[in-house]
């Protein structure tokens, strides 16, 4: 479900005394330790509530004192929620907020602009470096997903894309096109299941019948994207 691993960020501008940590990722104590040894750490940022992104939060917070702060403020830890739209400035950075729900509702990606250079997007789990992500239950959305697909394609046209999982994206939009496709292709799929095996097919049998040749272990993601998607028609 991570591909190779969940990638923590650290940011500094050349020459900022010191960083932002984007993900703290899994409680791990020789993980964290590295992050905080990257520091000083002023800020810790995350881009959604899932523990391999979150769980190393209150440790990292706890080693360094900085705030973290998430859209959800479950997940925030001396800091304020994060806004749509809102700008941080920190370790000579300008770091702007763009919620991209869809995979989860409090999914933001992260615009991060150092002087004189273009713009980097930290995509966190909205756009993977390889495969596609899951719409996850139970609060993802595919409308709310692929308008997020919109955003990102907006901000990130030719632009390196940075994910929390598999490799960078060279050119952001390029990527963003493709995952777009693809989800439209799932759906044509997923109304031609409807079409053979009825208009009250359960996800189950929808999964079976468009899923038949993926690896078992990625069944449980596949259920949750098919339920995502059956919302979605039955909600058009």
Same mark, same amino acid.
């Given at each position: 479900m991570t591909l190779d691993g969940t990638r923590s960020v650290v940011l500094r501008a050349p020459g900022a005394p010191s960083c932002v940590v984007v993900d703290p990722g899994p409680d791990d104590a020789a993980h964290l330790e590295a992050?905080?040894?990257?520091?000083?750490?002023?800020?810790v940022l995350v881009t959604h509530r899932h523990a391999d992104h979150?769980?190393?939060?209150?440790?990292?917070?706890?080693?360094?004192g900085a705030p973290v702060r998430a859209a959800d403020p479950?997940?925030?830890?001396?800091?304020?929620?994060?806004?749509?739209?809102?700008?941080?400035?920190?370790a000579g950075l300008r770091i702007g907020v763009l919620a991209t729900p869809g995979h989860t509702a409090d999914s933001v990606s992260l615009?991060?602009?150092?002087?004189?250079?273009e713009p980097v997007v930290l995509t966190g789990d909205t756009v993977l470096g390889r495969g596609t992500t899951v719409i996850a239950e139970p609060d993802g959305s595919l409308r709310d997903y692929l %308008?997020? $697909?919109?955003? *990102?394609?907006?901000?990130? &046209?030719?632009?390196?894309? +940075?994910?929390?999982h598999g490799p960078?994206?060279?050119?952001?939009?390029?990527?963003v096109r493709a995952y777009r496709n693809h989800r439209l292709e799932r759906?044509?799929?997923?109304? %031609?299941? $409807?079409?053979? *095996?009825?208009?009250?097919? &359960?996800?189950?049998?929808? +999964?079976a019948h468009v899923y038949a040749d993926v690896?078992?272990?990625?069944?449980?993601?596949?259920?949750?994207?098919?339920a995502a998607q059956l919302a979605y028609l039955h909600s058009a």
């Amino acid at each position: 479900m991570t591909l190779d691993g969940t990638r923590s960020v650290v940011l500094r501008a050349p020459g900022a005394p010191s960083c932002v940590v984007v993900d703290p990722g899994p409680d791990d104590a020789a993980h964290l330790e590295a992050l905080a040894a990257a520091g000083p750490v002023d800020l810790v940022l995350v881009t959604h509530r899932h523990a391999d992104h979150t769980a190393g939060s209150r440790g990292l917070h706890a080693r360094t004192g900085a705030p973290v702060r998430a859209a959800d403020p479950a997940h925030c830890h001396g800091g304020d929620p994060l806004s749509d739209g809102e700008v941080v400035e920190a370790a000579g950075l300008r770091i702007g907020v763009l919620a991209t729900p869809g995979h989860t509702a409090d999914s933001v990606s992260l615009v991060v602009t150092a002087p004189g250079e273009e713009p980097v997007v930290l995509t966190g789990d909205t756009v993977l470096g390889r495969g596609t992500t899951v719409i996850a239950e139970p609060d993802g959305s595919l409308r709310d997903y692929l %308008a997020s $697909l919109d955003a *990102l394609e907006h901000v990130g &046209g030719g632009r390196l894309g +940075v994910p929390a999982h598999g490799p960078e994206l060279p050119d952001l939009g390029e990527a963003v096109r493709a995952y777009r496709n693809h989800r439209l292709e799932r759906l044509d799929q997923i109304r %031609a299941a $409807l079409a053979t *095996l009825g208009p009250d097919a &359960g996800v189950d049998d929808v +999964v079976a019948h468009v899923y038949a040749d993926v690896d078992p272990s990625v069944l449980g993601a596949a259920r949750q994207t098919v339920a995502a998607q059956l919302a979605y028609l039955h909600s058009a």
